[in-house]
């Protein structure tokens, strides 16, 4: 979201769980696009509240598993913000080989730039297709 559209979007990274680092296939293939997400490290949404983050002062939470679409439901059901749900390619545990895991990891890489592009418009940098 940085990348194609700087600061136009506050954007914050949240998920259901926040014991996993980041996936080196995941970083390979946004180093592709020039996009760093090595120090990238993610937060549940419990570690949010715990910062002093109120999830009612954003606008949207995108889920991308059902999982988090759930508890963003959940944590969400008296506040007025959108919830939506991108049903995108999980590719953990795809492919044998190294290559195959990429190309994986790639279409589900082009899912979410093909759908932040849909919604929230053509970008003030276009990442190459």
């Not at 910062?51 to 949207?60: A, E, P, R």
């Not at 939470?61 to 007025?80: C, D, G, K, V, Y």
């Not at 195959?100 to 053509?122: E, K, N, S, T, W």
Request: aromatic letters at 8%.
């Amino acid at each position: 979201m940085k990348r194609l559209y700087g600061q136009q979007i506050f954007v914050q990274s949240a998920g259901v769980k926040n014991d996993m680092e980041v996936d080196g296939f995941s970083v390979a293939v946004c180093k592709e696009l020039g996009v760093e997400i090595s120090r990238h490290r993610s937060r549940s949404f419990e570690e949010m509240r715990d910062w002093g983050d109120d999830l009612s002062q954003f606008d949207l939470i995108i889920a991308l598993s059902p999982a988090s679409q759930r508890m963003a439901l959940e944590l969400t059901r008296h506040s007025h913000l959108d919830v939506e749900y991108w049903p995108i390619l999980d590719p953990t545990g795809l492919g044998e080989s190294r290559e195959a895991r990429l190309a994986a990891y790639r279409q589900a890489r082009d899912q979410i730039r093909d759908r932040i592009v849909a919604r929230f418009g053509p970008a003030s940098t276009e990442l190459p297709a």
